[in-house]
């Protein structure tokens, strides 16, 4: 096992735990995948029946698109769950890592007809940035790839309606990050519609100036898990380290 590809299963391991402490996972389901760095067709993944908070760096399977092992494993990977994400992987360069999630209140907002409204600084990432795919059934369909690939487009999200979401970034602390602030943007949403109480949308040309500042890093902003990711990184260190065997 080549360095990068050790470190990149520490990083994916972190992103697993950190999904299961928030509260985001989904039981043994869900899924996030990495690309093996300096390998074009090589993956890495959960192994499937692992709740995410047992999952370790060297439990998780090395795949190729069409699922088959690339490394000796005792683990089996839910190679019907990648159907997903090798589409993606495939399509996007930038697509290093795909986090596929069942999020509560991502899916409530999945569901409706907008999607997440620019109503929170959080929602500002992803105002005229969230991409939407209609509901096919379980996601295990071959011929659904080309549809996945042509509604994400180049978007850092897709509402994936009534199922979930599909976040993508360079890192796993990327996709994570940008998990995290839909999901606190659509629990504020959802707050705020239940209220019963006029809800007040800031300008589009403020939206876009705000979701311009994220992008460009404009002032000290870095990108999404850039600043965060190291702090969550010493949390598991320090409560959980053993996400690094």
């Given at each position: 096992m080549t360095d990068a590809e050790r470190e990149a299963r520490i990083s994916?391991?972190?992103?697993?735990?950190?999904?299961?402490r928030l509260g985001l996972d989904d039981v043994i389901y869900n899924h996030i995948s990495l690309r093996v760095p300096g390998e074009e067709d090589a993956f890495l993944l959960n192994p499937y029946g692992f709740l995410f908070n047992e999952i370790t760096a060297s439990s998780l399977v090395k795949i190729d698109t069409e699922g088959r092992k690339l490394a000796p494993s005792p683990h089996e990977a839910n190679v019907a769950a990648f159907v997903i994400h090798a589409a993606?992987?495939?399509?996007?360069?930038?697509?290093?890592?795909?986090?596929?999630?069942?999020?509560?209140?991502?899916?409530?907002?999945?569901?409706?007809?907008?999607?997440?409204?620019?109503?929170?600084?959080?929602?500002?990432?992803?105002?005229?940035?969230?991409?939407?795919?209609?509901?096919?059934?379980?996601?295990?369909?071959?011929?659904?790839?080309?549809?996945?690939?042509?509604?994400?487009?180049?978007?850092?999200?897709?509402?994936?309606?009534?199922?979930g979401t599909l976040t993508v970034g360079r890192t796993p602390g990327a996709a994570f990050m940008l998990?995290?602030?839909?999901?606190?943007?659509?629990?504020?949403?959802?707050?705020?519609?239940?209220?019963?109480?006029p809800i007040i949308e800031p300008a589009p040309e403020v939206c876009a100036?705000?979701?311009?500042?994220?992008?460009?890093?404009?002032?000290?902003?870095?990108?999404?898990?850039?600043?965060?990711?190291?702090?969550?990184?010493?949390?598991?260190?320090r409560e959980e380290p053993s996400y690094r065997d």
């Open positions: 994916l391991a972190a992103c697993y735990r950190m999904v299961a993606i992987h495939k399509a996007r360069h930038d697509a290093a890592c795909v986090l596929h999630a069942h999020s509560d209140a991502a899916v409530a907002v999945s569901a409706q007809k907008g999607g997440l409204r620019p109503l929170s600084q959080f929602a500002m990432w992803f105002y005229e940035r969230q991409a939407f795919h209609d509901y096919e059934g379980v996601a295990i369909d071959l011929d659904e790839q080309r549809r996945l690939v042509r509604d994400f487009g180049s978007h850092p999200i897709m509402l994936m309606r009534n199922h998990l995290y602030y839909f999901e606190r943007a659509a629990r504020i949403q959802l707050m705020m519609q239940a209220s019963n109480q100036r705000a979701a311009n500042q994220f992008w460009q890093q404009q002032g000290d902003i870095l990108g999404p898990g850039e600043r965060e990711w190291p702090a969550f990184l010493r949390q598991l260190d």
